[in-house]
């Protein structure tokens, strides 16, 4: 395997995304970024869990598969009054982290016999299991301005073959945000073809609320949401929760029950103690969301500096990264990747974000995500490197 298709697969790219100490600049890295205010918080939450009276029983005995009761409850009660879902705590599972919720979704899918549906470019990290048909149509591009676009899913490519679609909002690696009138639709096309929506909400509000409007969330017999922790405080420990109609939720922990028997205890614990008030999630809402806003902004301004050469960026929705479309580059961006970290900066090639039949399209060719949770200075010296190599003619 080449170099250069070693990073157009997402196993092969981990170990320089991880990379943070060995690079001028890192903008490759989805490393959430953290606020004074945020991990003050978990800490408390933590001393308070280790002081509860019931932590030995906690850490040493076995526990339902679906998650801690009063943690699914408050959950419950968040979504109910934030969003006006229906849901108690008999419709969510909490997860050893997001990523085991979206393999547990490609078990049931491998069970039944139906395909996945991604629209490109898409998060890779759905594409779990050797047995599931993951098929990807890119998604349309629409213009918004001379140097930014949006990206959003085709109508009418659902068919009775797909049994989900997996749908990231705001999205990873663009930063997409569906509106929700589009949303709507895509869950009635998707319920006519017998499908699952899948809407992983990692970045979405309330928790960790980095998207940049206010946002609506669909409800129905056929959708699954999913949302994590780990962007507000807790990455390093591996919790989400899922939100879906009792019946799935009873197939999901049937898979969770055979694969992780149930979620760790601790972090439960910690995560009821902050939903216990609203200060947690308006911390969110406010601090967080803002210190990534000012990094997306830094991002633009960096860029309309120093590069040279066309560009186009995404709209700027929300979430951790930025999506930049360079139409006049005569190379890919895998093979950019290279030349980059020769000189101290890691990117994100934009081929690890589509499928392989669909990687000479333009947007699969030419296109770089970039992270936002890098230090300022790191980010202008990345950007400032970038523009430098583009401009040689690249």
Not at 154 to 171: K, N, T, Y
Not at 217 to 224: A, E, K, T
Not at 238 to 254: H, Q, S, T
Not at 374 to 391: D, N
Request: proline share 8%; net charge neutral.
């Amino acid at each position: 395997m080449t170099a250069v298709r070693g990073v157009e697969e997402w196993r092969d790219i981990v170990p320089y995304l991880l990379d943070v100490d060995g690079a001028t600049a890192n903008l490759a890295t989805g490393m959430p970024l953290a606020r004074p205010a945020l991990r003050a918080a978990v800490r408390r939450a933590y001393a308070e869990a280790l002081a509860r009276p019931d932590v030995d029983r906690r850490l040493g005995e076995y526990h339902g598969v679906r998650g801690d009761a009063v943690l699914r409850a408050r959950i419950a009660a968040l979504y109910r009054d934030r969003f006006g879902l229906p849901v108690t705590e008999a419709e969510v599972l909490v997860v050893p982290g997001a990523q085991a919720a979206f393999h547990a979704l490609s078990e049931l899918l491998a069970r039944r016999g139906r395909a996945a549906l991604l629209f490109g470019p898409e998060y890779p990290g759905y594409r779990t299991s050797t047995q599931v048909d993951y098929r990807m149509v890119p998604s349309r591009v629409c213009e918004v301005g001379p140097r930014e676009f949006r990206y959003l899913p085709p109508a009418g490519a659902v068919d009775r073959e797909i049994g989900a679609v997996f749908l990231s909002r705001p999205g990873n690696p663009a930063g997409t945000v569906v509106d929700d009138d589009v949303l709507a639709g895509l869950v009635r096309e998707c319920a006519a073809a017998d499908a699952l929506l899948v809407l992983d909400n990692a970045y979405a509000p309330p928790i960790p609320g980095l998207a940049f409007r206010e946002l609506g969330l669909p409800w129905g017999d056929n959708v699954v949401l999913v949302q994590s922790f780990a962007k507000a405080g807790l990455a390093g420990e591996r919790l989400g929760f899922v939100l879906a109609p009792a019946p799935i939720v009873a197939e999901l922990a049937e898979v969770q029950a055979r694969v992780a028997t149930f979620p760790p205890q601790l972090v439960q614990v910690v995560a009821a103690t902050l939903l216990a008030d609203g200060r947690f999630v308006e911390l969110c809402a406010t601090e967080l969301r803002a210190a990534y806003r000012e990094r997306h902004e830094l991002v633009d301004a960096v860029l309309a500096d120093r590069l040279t050469v066309p560009y186009r960026t995404h709209t700027a929705d929300g979430g951790q990264f930025r999506w930049l479309h360079l139409p006049e580059l005569r190379t890919t961006t895998g093979e950019l990747f290279h030349e980059l970290a020769d000189r101290g900066v890691l990117v994100a090639p934009s081929a690890p974000f589509f499928l392989p039949r669909l990687r000479d399209l333009p947007h699969a060719r030419a296109s770089l995500r970039l992270g936002v949770t890098a230090p300022p200075a790191a980010i202008e010296r990345g950007l400032t490197i970038l523009a430098e190599v583009l401009a040689d003619g690249r």
